[in-house]
C-alpha cells in the first residue's frame, strides 16, 4: 500500500461534515445487529414497558404474532444506534447541534433473533434564518434479514453550516 497519498492523521481527525455536505438523496448503510432476549428484557426493565407482547411468552404465542415481539421503541434505538457508528455520522456529530423531532412507523415486527441493519438517506434540507445553521431530514429505516423494513423514522435535526 503506498501510503504516500494519504492524507496525515491530523487531517483526517479533523474531517467534519456541515450542512453543506448533506444534499438530498445521500445514503449509506450501517452494519447489522441481532435483536437478543437480554435487549428486550434489558429495555422492558430500563422503560418500565412490560406489555405481554414483549415479557409474557404464553400470551404472545397467542398473538397473531405467534411470539414474542420487541419493543418498538428498542429497535428505534438499536436504529438510532447502528447510524451512529457510521463514518458519515461521526464526521457529521461535531456539527449536530439538536434534534428537533422524531416520527416513527413499525410496518413489521421485529422478533428476538432478528438481524437488523439502517438504510439512512437525507431527505431534505433547508437553511434558517440564522445563516449559522440548517435544518436536515434524516429519513432512517431498520431492515431485519429478509430485507423487510420493520421501523421507518424521519429525524429532523439542526446542523451547523461552513461560517465564511
Known sequence: MDTS??????????????????????????????????????FAALSADYNRLHVDTQYAAQSPWGTR?????????????L???TVINQLLEPSLIGLLEMTYRFPKPTLIGDTLHGRIE?????????PARGIVV???????QHGEAVCECDATMMVARRVT
Open 138 to 144: 434524516f429519513r432512517r429505516q431498520a431492515f431485519n
Open 122 to 130: 437525507v431527505a431534505s434540507c433547508k437553511p434558517t434564518s440564522n
Open 69 to 81: 415481539i420487541a419493543h418498538g421503541m428498542l429497535v428505534a434505538s438499536i436504529l438510532s444506534g
Open 83 to 85: 447510524n451512529t457508528r
Open 5 to 42: 497519498t494519504l492524507p496525515a492523521p491530523q487531517a483526517i481527525a479533523s474531517l467534519r461534515y456541515h450542512w453543506e455536505d448533506l444534499e438530498p438523496g445521500l445514503s449509506f448503510e450501517t452494519s447489522s445487529r441481532t435483536v437478543t432476549e437480554a435487549d428486550v428484557v434489558g
